[in-house]
């Protein structure tokens, strides 16, 4: 599986599901629109993950080809990607401020992937449940907007992923208002000083792994 990152909340995920070949299937989540400031994602997919309906995560015109966009919650399973879509809340107020957002969790390779989207506060205890299990957590940490850096490392720990991937903070070239990696790299150990656009990685890969922070950036 291949993992790039495209800035904020966008990841491209590239997967050759059980039972479909050499079939590769390309999953787009969150893809943003150029009002942040930073480029915006390109390429075509097969499916597109969307958590909520601000501009800065539901850029699906910018994804070519014709793929499929879920952007509710639901199980489905799609070219042999199995998919869980869980409402969560944007905010502490059961989405009176800023409404609901879609946590994913996909399987594929013998791996299960969770995208928190703009997760804006804790989890409760149904939610942990379906999210149980995660090899990698695509975690926010920036505040403001969403869970800030303290928040992030108490749900990381409370998952307890093999890799955990922090995404939606203070990054260059973005005009959004988050704060940067600092806190939530403190409270959770310490983050590694180089950033990689992208990522392969194997189910045997990920043994003996707990919670290691990998820190994507953009080339």
């Known amino acids: 599986m291949n993992i790039q990152y495209y800035g904020h909340s966008c990841f491209k995920i590239t997967t050759k599901p059980a039972g479909r070949g050499q079939e590769e299937i390309v999953i787009f989540i969150d893809p943003f629109s150029k009002e942040i400031g930073i480029r915006p994602p390109q390429g075509q997919a097969d499916l597109v993950l969307v958590s909520h309906q601000h501009h800065d995560h539901n850029n ?4 070519k080809g014709d793929p499929f966009v879920l952007d ?3 199980e ?7 998919i869980i879509g869980i409402k969560s809340y944007h905010d502490k107020k059961e989405g009176k401020e800023r409404g609901t957002n879609t946590i994913y969790v996909l399987e594929s390779e013998d791996m299960r992937i969770c995208h928190l989207g703009d997760l804006g506060t804790n989890l ?3 939610q942990l449940e379906e999210i149980n ?3 990698i957590l695509m975690v926010p940490i920036g505040g403001k907007f969403t869970i800030d850096g303290d ?3 108490e749900i990381v720990r409370k998952i ?5 991937i922090p995404m939606h903070y203070k990054m260059k070239g973005s005009n959004l208002d988050a704060d940067d990696e600092k806190k939530f790299c403190s409270e959770i150990g310490s983050c590694p000083k180089d950033r990689i656009s992208k990522i392969n990685i194997k189910k045997k890969e990920l043994e003996g792994k707990n919670m290691e922070v990998i820190m994507m950036g953009v080339e």
């Open 160 to 164: 307890e992923p093999s890799i955990v």
């Open 60 to 63: 699906v015109e910018a994804i």
């Open 72 to 74: 509710i919650p639901g």
């Open 76 to 82: 489905y399973s799609i070219k042999g990607v199995n």
């Open 124 to 126: 409760s205890e149904k």
């Open 133 to 135: 299990g995660i090899d």
């Open 151 to 153: 928040e992030a490392a």
